[in-house]
Each structure stands twice: as structure tokens, then as C-alpha cells.
């Protein structure tokens, strides 16, 4: 009886695979490069591992007006790694402006995602890749 004015959810969008769902995210969503984002990125290729234990990632971004390609790595307390083809999430840190800018991004892989996205909600979480230790950020 109290459900009568409430607002019906659209159906998620599922698609085939990650690469469809980046497709989609390049060419029907906006994803400004702002600190604290979690931008979509497909995994394009397995770098070396650090010194400490972190890996690194050759990513895509989906940013506006196309993609852009960045490294990114997982943190060195990381027990779960993407592979190959994964649609994940590339969270920034930092916008190095004295860096050029195609370098200028630097963050980490805080999570898979699953090739469904949910209106009005984002992308769905397939697994975490931020260790638990690691606290989130606060803005204010």
C-alpha cells in the first residue's frame, strides 16, 4: 500500500562482456577527472611488480571524449589482482600538475567491476582490490 508513490527502478544494463561495458562507458557517460573518483578502466596489459609488492597495469580510462591510457598499480597490501580484459576501478589520488599530461593521473586500483550497470547507481562491485586496512578519504 506505502510502495503505490514510490519511484519503480529501471532494469540494470547487462552487457555481453568488459569490453562492451567500456565501450558503453566511453561513448554514453561523463566521467570528469576529479580526486577521490573511481573512473571505469579496461586492463589492458600486466606490468612489472614493485619493490614493495604492489603491480602495476597498463589502463584505460573512460574519460570524456574518448579514453585516455594511464599505468596504475594495486596497492602493495593487496592480496587480489585483475587480469587481463577486467573493467575495473581506477580511483585518483592525485592530478600532478607538474607532471605532463599524460602522466598527470596517479592512483590505484580500488576495485572489479562487473559488466552491469545499475541507473542512477554506477557500476556494480564484482570484487574489492583495496586492502581492508586501508581507510577511506574524507573531504569536508
Given at each position: 500500500m506505502?510502495?503505490?508513490?514510490?519511484?519503480?527502478?529501471?532494469?540494470?544494463?547487462?552487457?555481453?562482456?568488459?569490453?562492451?561495458?567500456?565501450?558503453?562507458?566511453?561513448?554514453?557517460?561523463?566521467?570528469?577527472?576529479?580526486?577521490?573518483?573511481v573512473i571505469p578502466a579496461l586492463v589492458e596489459e600486466e606490468g612489472k611488480a614493485g619493490a614493495e609488492g604492489e603491480?602495476?597495469?597498463?589502463?584505460?580510462?573512460a574519460t570524456r571524449g574518448g579514453d585516455r591510457t594511464v599505468w596504475g598499480c594495486t596497492l602493495k597490501e593487496g592480496t587480489d589482482f585483475p587480469n587481463i580484459g577486467d573493467l575495473v576501478g581506477f580511483r585518483i589520488v592525485t592530478i600532478a600538475s607538474d607532471?605532463?599530461?599524460?602522466?598527470?593521473?596517479?592512483?590505484?586500483?580500488?576495485?572489479?567491476?562487473?559488466p552491469v550497470l545499475v541507473k542512477e547507481k554506477g557500476w556494480r562491485i564484482a570484487r574489492n582490490l583495496t586492502p581492508a586496512g586501508i581507510k577511506p578519504e574524507l573531504h569536508m
Open positions: 506505502f510502495g503505490w508513490f514510490k519511484k519503480k527502478d529501471d532494469p540494470p544494463l547487462v552487457f555481453p562482456d568488459n569490453r562492451a561495458a567500456f565501450d558503453y562507458a566511453i561513448s554514453h557517460m561523463d566521467y570528469p577527472l576529479l580526486l577521490g573518483a603491480r602495476y597495469y597498463l589502463l584505460r580510462l607532471l605532463p599530461a599524460n602522466m598527470n593521473l596517479i592512483g590505484y586500483i580500488a576495485c572489479q567491476f562487473a
